[in-house]
């Protein structure tokens, strides 16, 4: 197969019975889409596959069509985020968090899909919610739920769409890529 591992992450899909994309019909939605092999992990979302994204406007083009296929086929318009392997594992050594969380469900990385915007990022600085954290790093914003994500009063909003994986999905998904 040609191209790179890139993992996509659906944002906001069979979410308490919402936005419903069932997982065999993802993978063969990427078959038809000339991506063939994709693998799926857990029912939220999460494609590894291989496909040629040297370039951002590659990269867009690809998410574009992704984004619209879905949308045509399952009636779910939401936006995703791509992430090659490689920038998994640069994720992986810039997670602050890693070293002071054991538990990999309390930790998440929200993937955005593009730079927060300067409103998003000066909102941001002032809805701090302790104990709970984030930092943001480019496009992405790694979060420490100390209590869990179920409890938090943190509101992530940056200016630009993006989707949130605890870091045990990142560690699976990471999984999935090498074995491609």
Same mark, same amino acid.
């Given at each position: 197969?040609?191209?790179?591992?890139?993992?996509? /992450? #659906?944002? +906001? $899909?069979? @979410?308490?019975?919402? *936005?419903? @994309?069932?997982?065999?019909? &993802?993978?063969?939605?990427?078959?038809?889409?000339?991506?063939?092999?994709?693998?799926?992990?857990?029912?939220?979302? *999460? $494609?590894?596959?291989?496909?040629?994204?040297?370039?951002?406007?590659?990269?867009?083009? #690809?998410?574009?069509?992704?984004? +619209?296929?879905?949308?045509?086929?399952?009636?779910?318009?939401?936006? &995703?985020?791509?992430?090659? %392997?490689?920038?998994?594992?640069?994720?992986? +050594? %810039?997670?602050?968090?890693?070293? $002071?969380?054991?538990?990999?469900?309390?930790?998440?990385?929200?993937?955005?899909? =593009?730079?927060?915007?300067?409103?998003?990022?000066?909102?941001?600085?002032?809805?701090?919610?302790?104990?709970?954290? /984030?930092?943001?790093?480019? %496009?992405?914003? /790694?979060?420490?739920? @100390?209590?869990?994500? =179920?409890?938090?009063?943190?509101? !992530?909003? /940056?200016?630009?769409?993006?989707?949130?994986?605890?870091? %045990?999905? @990142? !560690?699976?998904?990471?999984?999935?890529?090498?074995? #491609?």
């Amino acid at each position: 197969m040609s191209g790179q591992p890139v993992a996509v /992450f #659906l944002r +906001a $899909v069979n @979410v308490g019975g919402n *936005n419903r @994309v069932p997982m065999a019909e &993802l993978r063969d939605l990427f078959d038809d889409l000339g991506l063939p092999g994709a693998r799926t992990y857990v029912q939220s979302g *999460n $494609v590894a596959v291989r496909a040629e994204v040297g370039s951002t406007s590659r990269r867009e083009a #690809l998410a574009a069509r992704i984004e +619209a296929a879905i949308s045509q086929r399952f009636g779910v318009t939401q936006p &995703l985020a791509l992430r090659t %392997r490689a920038e998994l594992a640069a994720i992986e +050594a %810039r997670n602050p968090y890693l070293a $002071v969380e054991p538990d990999p469900t309390r930790v998440h990385v929200l993937l955005l899909t =593009g730079d927060p915007t300067p409103a998003g990022l000066a909102k941001m600085a002032l809805h701090s919610a302790p104990p709970d954290e /984030f930092h943001h790093d480019g %496009r992405e914003v /790694f979060i420490r739920y @100390v209590g869990g994500a =179920g409890t938090t009063k943190l509101r !992530l909003d /940056f200016g630009v769409p993006g989707t949130a994986r605890n870091w %045990r999905t @990142v !560690l699976n998904m990471i999984t999935l890529l090498d074995e #491609l």
